[in-house]
């Protein structure tokens, strides 16, 4: 689950360049997905690890 969570891959930029792919767009998505990790990890961690029963299970 935490994967899922995870902010886009760096080697996004790498293929789109490879490929004739739109670095730019690439680049932003990597950049704005890195700074939403920042909010959105702690928080799902914090939903999984406290308040489900899957803590429980741990």
Same mark, same amino acid.
Request: charged letters at 10%; aromatic letters at 10%.
């Given at each position: 689950? +935490? *994967?899922? +969570?995870?902010?886009? /891959?760096? !080697? @996004? +930029?790498?293929f789109?360049? +490879?490929?004739?792919?739109d !670095?730019?767009?690439a /680049?932003?998505?990597?950049? *704005? !997905? #890195?700074?939403?990790? $920042?909010? !959105? *990890?702690? $928080?799902?961690?914090? *939903?999984?690890?406290? #308040? @489900? @029963?899957? /803590?429980? $299970?741990?």
């Amino acid at each position: 689950m +935490i *994967i899922a +969570i995870m902010p886009a /891959a760096v !080697t @996004s +930029i790498v293929f789109a360049d +490879i490929f004739d792919g739109d !670095t730019q767009f690439a /680049a932003e998505s990597v950049l *704005i !997905t #890195h700074i939403l990790a $920042l909010l !959105t *990890i702690p $928080l799902w961690l914090d *939903i999984v690890l406290f #308040h @489900s @029963s899957f /803590a429980v $299970l741990c």
